[in-house]
Nanobody, 123 residues
Framework: QVQLVESGGDLAQPGGSLRLSCQAS????????MGWFRRAPGKEREAVSC????????DYADFVKGRFTIARDKAKNTVSLQMDSLESEDTAIYYC????????????????WGQGTQVTVSS
């Protein structure tokens, strides 16, 4: 079992920044990629970013490339998402999750999810 707890969601202005953090506990995370997904109001959940457990390679959805940065601290079992140049379209509940990257994109076949943290971007 893996438990994931997110923090850092808040209200931010367009162009501003937020940093999300995720604390993992339970079984070792060495086997899993770790990442972030989001669900905006009225939309389906979508992948944001995933960082590999093997080589720390980071993958991003096109709509956040150049604005968001994912990082992982294996010793502390944490993963973070630095979000810069925020846009109103980034308003969503952000979920920390296990993840995997394939040719089809970022997914979560391992099915571990956090409870989510709300990010609101508004002036």
């Amino acid at each position: 079992q893996v438990q994931l707890v997110e923090s850092g969601g808040d209200l931010a202005q367009p162009g501003g920044s937020l940093r999300l953090s995720c604390q993992a506990s339970g079984e070792t995370l060495d086997y899993y990629g770790m990442g972030w997904f989001r669900r905006a109001p009225g939309k389906e959940r979508e992948a944001v970013s995933c960082i590999s457990n093997r080589n720390d390679r980071a993958d991003y959805a096109d709509f956040v490339k150049g604005r968001f940065t994912i990082a992982r601290d294996k010793a502390k079992n944490t993963v973070s998402l630095q979000m810069d140049s925020l846009e109103s379209e980034d308003t969503a509940i952000y979920y920390c999750a296990t993840c995997r990257v394939t040719a089809a994109g970022i997914s979560n076949p391992y099915l571990y999810w956090g409870q989510g943290t709300q990010v609101t971007v508004s002036s």
